[in-house]
């Protein structure tokens, strides 16, 4: 049974910084690329991030580039997003996603497996 567990969200102010992970099992890590996923309250869920199986592909929505950063630890099955220079319109719940195969998408539909989310809220 695949589970895909994120951890590390919570209430910051704006400018401050978190660090997400998503702790993967029940599958082959490194057969899966990796994606973060976010929804607001009202909104379409969107991309965030994505990285391939390698690391060594990612991709960024243009509303974090140059804030957020995706990575990856096969060794430890896990998938982390730091994000720095947080603004309130970044408050949504962050879901990672697996997605097997060697090529990264920004599409929610191609991805296989989902996890529960972890609130962000960053306050004004």
């Known amino acids: 049974q695949v589970q895909l567990v994120e951890s590390g969200g919570g209430l910051v102010q704006a400018g401050d910084s978190l660090r997400l992970s998503c702790a993967a099992s029940?599958?082959?890590?490194?057969?899966?690329?990796m994606g973060w996923f976010r929804q607001a309250p009202g909104k379409e869920r969107e991309a965030v991030a994505a990285?391939?199986?390698?690391?060594?592909?990612?991709y960024y929505a243009d509303s974090v580039k140059g804030r957020f950063t995706i990575s990856r630890d096969n060794a430890k099955n896990t998938v982390y997003l730091q994000m720095n220079s947080l603004k309130p319109e970044d408050t949504a719940v962050y879901s990672c996603?697996?997605?097997?195969?060697?090529?990264?998408?920004?599409?929610?539909?191609?991805?296989?497996?989902w996890g529960q989310g972890t609130q962000v809220t960053v306050s004004s």
């Open positions: 996603a697996a997605l097997r195969g060697w090529r990264i998408s920004s599409a929610k539909s191609d991805y296989n497996y």
């Open positions: 990285i391939s199986w390698s690391g060594s592909t990612t």
């Open positions: 029940g599958l082959t890590f490194s057969d899966y690329a």
